[in-house]
């Protein structure tokens, strides 16, 4: 199933990730995903659902973000966001009954020192 905004315009281009940066989100109890893309505007990560995880985003629009990469030195705490895009997915082989989801986010307004890690972290993986 596939639930996308109307607002889901990218303004920039994405960015691959290629490092391991993890996105934790403020659901309670929190949960944790793997970025696959980024912007200065936006990204999008995904998680496995389980635990009814899709149950504590459900009917939430605003959200608040941490991302992080051990060992790569990069911790960007608090990072307001917005949802905009849910796809669901699966895993293949034996973890076939694992549900993945997709997410996608658009950054709310960040302060100076946010975009700057946003940028920094966005240039560290071209």
């Known amino acids: 199933m596939e639930k996308i905004s109307e607002d889901n315009r990218r303004k920039e ?9 993890y996105v934790v989100v403020d659901t309670q109890p ?3 995903g793997q970025m696959v893309e980024i912007s200065s505007t936006g990204m999008a990560f995904t998680f496995v659902d389980l635990d009814a ?13 941490d ?17 905009v895009s ?14 993945i989801k997709r997410i996608g986010v658009e950054f709310g307004s960040l302060s100076l020192s946010q975009q700057v890690q ?9």
């Open 53 to 65: 995880v899709s149950d504590r985003l459900s009917g939430r629009r605003d959200l608040h973000v």
């Open 30 to 32: 929190e949960m944790m």
């Open 118 to 126: 946003i940028n920094s972290l966005i240039r560290r993986q071209k």
């Open 86 to 99: 849910t796809l669901d997915g699966a895993l293949n082989g034996s973890f076939a009954s694992l549900k």
């Open 13 to 21: 281009k994405r960015t691959q990730v290629d490092d391991n940066v």
């Open 67 to 83: 991302l992080f990469a051990a060992g790569k030195g990069y911790f960007i705490r608090n990072l307001p966001a917005r949802l």
